[in-house]
Antibody, heavy 126, light 111 residues
Framework: QVQLQESGPGLVKPSETLSLTCTVS????????WGWVRRPPGKGLEWIGY???????NHNPSLTTRLTISLDTSKNQFSLKLTSVTAADTAIYYC????????????????????WGQGTTVTVSS | DIVVTQSPLSLPVSPGEPASISCRSS???????????LDWYLQKPGQSPQLLIY???NRASGVPDRFSGSGSGTDFSLKISRVEAEDVGVYYC????????FGQGTKVEIK
């Protein structure tokens, strides 16, 4: 059974860097796509980005200049770093695993987020 | 950027009654491979989101068959044939054709 657990500071000061880690159990980090989603208070879900061991990375265009997503295969973890944070980055942050669905006739797959962490609350405030 | 718009934003439903949520995109979500690049997720109160439907109409593992996805091009819908109390929460569609974008969410509650 695959389980994901987010960890990191719950409080970050404005203009500083938000750093979160997602620890994966029950699956190898090298085998799937891994992603991040957040939900600001009172708002809906917002896509952040995903990463794969083969180097493929996808970012929300609105976050690209501040965002880094990386993998640590030795620890079976993946991480998110968001620089120059403001109050608008206050949210519950979720990490997620992608499941690959085959597309008959094609040599690539379709990916959806099938396992999620419980989420971690990050508040940006001085 | 692809914009995804859901309606209604709030949906009170009586138990046992059907429910339908609309999701419209600013451009077609049909990939050149012919497949639909749209997922549906449900976030129940106090829980993490869960995958309901992938590629427009395929139910994810363990999802009851009262949930169904349909549509084509830019117009899609999620239907619940008979709403149960456990179905309350916020439903999101998400386009996966160009990066990913969630709709605003539709809050389903029991009357």
């Amino acid at each position: 059974q695959v389980q994901l657990q987010e960890s990191g500071p719950g409080l970050v000061k404005p203009s500083e860097t938000l750093s979160l880690t997602c620890t994966v159990s029950g699956a190898y980090i090298s085998e799937y796509y891994w992603g991040w989603v957040r939900r600001p208070p009172g708002k809906g879900l917002e896509w952040i980005g995903y990463i794969h061991y083969n180097g493929l990375i996808n970012h929300n265009p609105s976050l690209t200049t501040r965002l880094t997503i990386s993998l640590d295969t030795s620890k079976n973890q993946f991480s998110l770093k968001l620089t120059s944070v403001t109050a608008a980055d206050t949210a519950i942050y979720y990490c997620a695993k992608f499941r690959a669905y085959s597309l008959p006739g094609y040599n690539y797959n379709y990916h959806s987020m099938d396992v999620w962490g419980q989420g971690t609350t990050v508040t940006v405030s001085s | 950027d692809i914009v995804v718009t859901q309606s209604p934003l709030s949906l009170p439903v009586s138990p046992g009654e059907p429910a339908s949520i609309s999701c419209r995109s600013s451009q077609s979500l049909i990939h050149r491979n012919g497949y639909t690049y749209l997922d549906w997720y449900l976030q129940k109160p106090g829980q993490s989101p869960q995958l309901l439907i992938y590629m427009g109409f395929n139910r994810a593992s363990g999802v009851p068959d009262r949930f169904s996805g349909s549509g084509s091009g830019t117009d899609f819908s999620l239907k619940i044939s008979r709403v149960e109390a456990e179905d309350v929460g916020v439903y999101y569609c998400m386009q996966t054709l160009q990066t990913r974008t969630f709709g605003q969410g539709t809050k389903v509650e029991i009357k």
